[in-house]
T-cell receptor
Framework: DGGITQSPKYLFRKEGQNVTLSCEQN?????MYWYRQDPGQGLRLIYY???????QKGDIAEGYSVSREKKESFPLTVTSAQKNPTAFYLC?????????????FGEGSRLTVL | AQSVAQPEDQVNVAEGNPLTVKCTYS??????LFWYVQYPNRGLQFLLK??????LVKGSYGFEAEFNKSQTSFHLKKPSALVSDSALYFC??????????????FGAGTRLFVKA
């Protein structure tokens, strides 16, 4: 089955540590996205990528980094510079198609800082 | 910049009754509008979208939405609610970037409770 796989589903981190969240898709989609979800705030865009080896900052990119070395993969690193990293992180992909394509989401990764 | 607003944090409805979840938008140009649903600790699932054409859009699980240009609204509706419809619903709009790329902007979400 085609889809998006995020791992790990749950992750605990000590303050000062970097962590990397994995996102893999086999939908052959060009565009991939990372969103952060906090209660009552909806989804906020962290980074997005429309083509391999290229990515753009979203609205809350500070303290995060990404790479897009393969079309299928778009890992997100939460660095120690992120002041409040505890959140639910969602990866998504879409076809570009002039912006009309809907987003396909993974099941999310819940990061808790101890 | 494009934006969407969901004026209700929560909607309560009895099973079997019609439901409406409200969304208003602010866009320049033609709006590309979407509805998604999220169940607890899960990713979002696409329900339906409006790109162009008929103002009444039909989607998954019996949901539909009406695009109203004069009222800048895109309300989600279902004729008869089910307990299993209880979830968090997000309205979204596609924003076109100066770079030619696209990103999706989400509303804050509306929690729907359907009581048996």
């Amino acid at each position: 089955d085609g889809g998006i796989t995020q791992s790990p589903k749950y992750l605990f981190r000590k303050e000062g540590q970097n962590v990397t969240l994995s996102c893999e898709q086999n939908l052959n989609h060009d565009a991939m996205y990372w969103y952060r979800q906090d209660p009552g705030q909806g989804l906020r865009l962290i980074y997005y990528s429309q083509i391999v080896n290229d990515f753009q900052k979203g609205d809350i990119a500070e303290g995060y980094s990404v790479s897009r070395e393969k079309k299928e993969s778009f890992p997100l690193t939460v660095t120690s510079a992120q002041k409040n990293p505890t959140a639910f992180y969602l990866c998504a992909s879409s076809i570009l198609a002039m912006g009309t394509g809907e987003l396909f989401f993974g099941e999310g990764s819940r990061l808790t800082v101890l | 910049a494009q934006s969407v607003a969901q004026p209700e944090d929560q909607v309560n409805v009895a099973e079997g009754n019609p439901l409406t979840v409200k969304c208003t938008y602010s866009v320049s140009g033609n709006p590309y509008l979407f509805w998604y649903v999220q169940y607890p600790n899960r990713g979002l699932q696409f329900l339906l979208k409006y790109i162009t054409g008929d103002n009444l859009v039909k989607g998954s699980y019996g949901f539909e939405a009406e695009f109203n240009k004069s009222q800048t609204s895109f309300h989600l509706k279902k004729p008869s609610a089910l307990v299993s419809d209880s979830a968090l619903y997000f309205c979204a709009v596609r924003d076109i970037q100066d770079t030619g790329g696209f990103k999706t902007i989400f509303g804050a979400g509306t929690r729907l409770f359907v009581k048996a």
